[in-house]
């Protein structure tokens, strides 16, 4: 491949997977396309183990059995394009990961706003694809075969494929890659809703670099967004928190909740509000590999994951220094 580095403003990623391990043989393929893009990149990856859970054609794997693989995944791929996007100077550059099973579509205005598309050489796409995607310039990058690699598997009760309503909470501010996987998680496991708690303007006013934090409402527009784009079949019904609790504290509706690593002692506190009032308990799901502690991935991500950056506070940090560089050059002109 021979583009030039920013070339495109936007463009696609599309690759198929045949199972969940670790796909390295797209290490190449996102770089390049990481390298080819200014402003946003969209990949979708296409397998049949994505299909629906109860489809009319064949159904998907249990969302929640192969919640650690899943996560392991969207890690995976959104490490290798942050990662090339920051070394080249790109924080604020957009990177959204789609998972669609062989039975769903794309839309056919899909791809009106993109200016290219990155296959591998020997990938057929075994779906409809749009032609406005198919017309774009295609970028082809030679395929290396899979690697095949184990991780060890977690001892656990087997929980329902999916959950009607999950809970999740954050501040989400300047949404980055950590945000989309763990908000890509909620939704991958849920069958109805997803009630996703906002941090309010009134908690935040002790964080970092204050004055360039986003504000409620574009939080949460920025949020919607990204949630609908993942998935537009659920409802989303995103809320402000004012204390760690938020609907938890209350709503009998909700079966499971998303938490990072980090947030996990969150958990049992709203376990005891809830226990509190008899509501019943919630089923736990730990998003742990976006720490760079995590024992789920390879050293080699591992390393990875600890040079790429997913902190708002390092975002919020990056504007005020590039705004301040770009005044000292205004004053200086």
């Not at 990149?41 to 183990?49: C, D, G, R, T």
């Not at 995944?73 to 990662?83: D, H, I, N, S």
């Not at 040079?307 to 590039?322: A, D, G, H």
Request: glycine share 4%; net charge negative; aromatic share 8%.
């Amino acid at each position: 491949m021979s583009a030039k580095l920013d070339e495109f403003k936007v463009a696609i990623l599309l690759a198929t997977l045949d199972n969940l391990e670790t796909p390295h043989h797209l290490t190449a393929l996102i770089a390049s396309a990481a390298a080819a893009t200014s402003q946003r990149l969209i990949i979708v990856l296409f397998s049949k183990l994505f299909n629906p859970p109860g489809g009319k054609d064949q159904a998907g794997i249990s969302r929640t059995a192969a919640w650690d693989e899943v996560q392991r995944l969207l890690t995976f791929v959104y490490v290798q394009a942050t990662k090339v996007a920051q070394d080249m100077g790109k924080i604020l550059m957009d990177v959204d990961v789609l998972l669609k099973g062989l039975t769903e579509a794309l839309p056919e205005n899909f791809g009106s706003s993109l200016e290219a598309c990155f296959r591998l050489d020997d990938d057929d796409l075994p779906v409809s694809i749009p032609q406005s995607i198919l017309s774009l310039k295609r970028w082809s990058v030679p395929s290396t075969q899979p690697g095949s690699t184990t991780h060890p598997a977690k001892s656990h009760d087997t929980p329902p494929p999916f959950y009607p309503v999950i809970v999740l909470g954050g501040t989400f501010d300047h949404l980055h890659a950590g945000h989309k996987i763990l908000l890509s998680m909620a939704a991958w496991i849920a069958s109805e809703k997803v009630i996703i708690g906002i941090t309010g303007d009134d908690l935040l006013k002790k964080k970092t670099y204050r004055h360039v934090l986003e504000d409620f409402g574009t939080r949460v527009a920025k949020t919607r967004a990204f949630l609908t784009f993942f998935r537009s079949d659920l409802l989303y019904d995103l809320v402000p928190l004012h204390d760690v609790y938020g609907p938890t504290a209350w709503d009998p509706n909700i079966q499971a909740l998303v938490v990072s690593k980090e947030t996990l002692s969150g958990a049992a506190s709203i376990d005891k509000e809830r226990a509190s009032k008899a509501l019943p308990p919630l089923r736990t799901f730990v998003i742990d590999v976006i720490s760079s502690s995590s024992e789920t991935l390879d050293h080699d991500d591992t390393e990875m994951l600890k040079q790429t950056k997913m902190s708002s506070t390092f975002i919020r940090e990056w504007i005020v220094n590039n705004s301040e560089s770009e005044c000292t050059k205004s004053n200086l002109s």
